[in-house]
């Protein structure tokens, strides 16, 4: 299963700010990311929201259906930091257990 990452705080790196970009846009990079076996991780700052707030809301959830629709699993950083420091890794096996 691919993981989308959703970051709601201000950091100064991801794949994606799915608040200023359009749907059309962040659904090409999460395809591209998946297609390379990567995490793609998104940010919300709000600080540069693409159209009006009832925009972003249809844009978030036209982007959550789709991956419902595809089977890709959306996960908040905390859910990711949990999974990677929380959780056991052998290099032999696996570096990040999904």
């Known amino acids: 299963m691919i993981h989308w990452v959703i970051v709601a705080m201000p950091v100064m790196w991801g794949d994606f700010m799915e608040d200023a970009s359009s749907f059309d846009r962040v659904k ?4 591209d990311r998946i297609a390379r076996h990567y995490y793609a991780i998104g940010i919300v700052t709000l600080a540069h929201l693409l ?3 009832d925009g972003y809301l ?11 629709r595809k089977d890709i699993a959306v996960k908040t950083y905390k859910e990711i930091a949990a999974q990677l420091f929380d959780t056991p890794q052998n290099a032999y096996t696996n570096i990040f257990r999904l």
């Open 28 to 31: 090409r990079i999460i395809a």
């Open 51 to 53: 159209g009006d707030w």
């Open 58 to 68: 249809i844009r978030m959830d036209s982007l959550l259906n789709w991956c419902k």
